[in-house]
């Protein structure tokens, strides 16, 4: 809505000294329909930010700055250029190796990889991804990441999962998802074997 939009914050903070005190500035994504729901630090000046829009006529991708926060690009705005479709989350392994997850757009997930810190992002080809179920979407922000394995839940009880850093992905299933349960559903592993997943079965909020 439009109240939503004018009250958005795209505002970043950071810590040099462990946490003791925090320098603040802003997230530029160039419109304030977009909305910052994930970002990744790789080093002390570059992070990488995903972003979801609030209205139709702006869309979601991944920003970058260079500088500390002063400074953002997008990058490779022909990403995530649907309707409905925006990023879910992103991770970085190091300052080369990441991905970029959104929901299906053609029937498979729009995920992304890079190998170059963002300059070039590929799509995972839908042959490397399982067979979507229908109205397979993603929980927000529900991913775990213990070495080159990565996990994120979808709403059709199960979870992907890729062990080469998002180049190829399986679906395992085994575990109900409470699909009103969507804000205290989680999971975590402890390394990439042992996981356990919790609800607090309330029903929503």
């Not at 080369?96 to 995920?111: A, K, Q, S, T």
């Not at 179920?133 to 979808?154: A, C, E, S």
């Not at 575990?175 to 402890?190: E, G, I, R």
Request: hydrophobic share 35%; with cysteine; glycine share 10%.
């Amino acid at each position: 809505s439009d109240s939503d939009v004018a009250n958005s914050v795209q505002k970043w903070s950071r810590s040099l000294d462990g946490g003791t005190t925090w320098n603040n500035g802003n997230i530029e994504l160039g419109n304030l329909a977009r909305i910052a729901n994930t970002i990744h630090a790789v080093s002390a000046t570059t992070a990488y930010v995903s972003c979801y829009p609030f209205t139709t006529d702006v869309r979601g991708g991944v920003w970058v700055t260079t500088d500390a926060g002063i400074t953002w690009t997008q990058q490779q705005p022909e990403m995530f250029s649907d309707t409905y479709s925006f990023p879910e989350f992103i991770h970085f392994w190091d300052s080369n190796n990441g991905v970029v997850v959104g929901d299906p757009i053609g029937n498979y997930f729009e995920i992304y990889t890079t190998v170059d810190g963002g300059n070039n992002w590929t799509r995972v080809p839908q042959a490397n991804l399982p067979e979507l179920y229908q109205g397979n979407t993603i929980y927000p922000l529900r991913y775990d990441v213990q070495d080159d394995t990565i996990w994120f839940i979808t709403n059709q009880n199960g979870i992907f999962k890729s062990v080469d850093r998002g180049f190829n992905w399986s679906f395992a299933t085994g575990f109900v998802v409470d699909m009103n349960d969507l804000y205290t559903y989680n999971f975590s592993f402890k390394n990439t074997n042992d996981g356990l997943t919790i609800s607090s079965n309330s029903g929503g909020y």
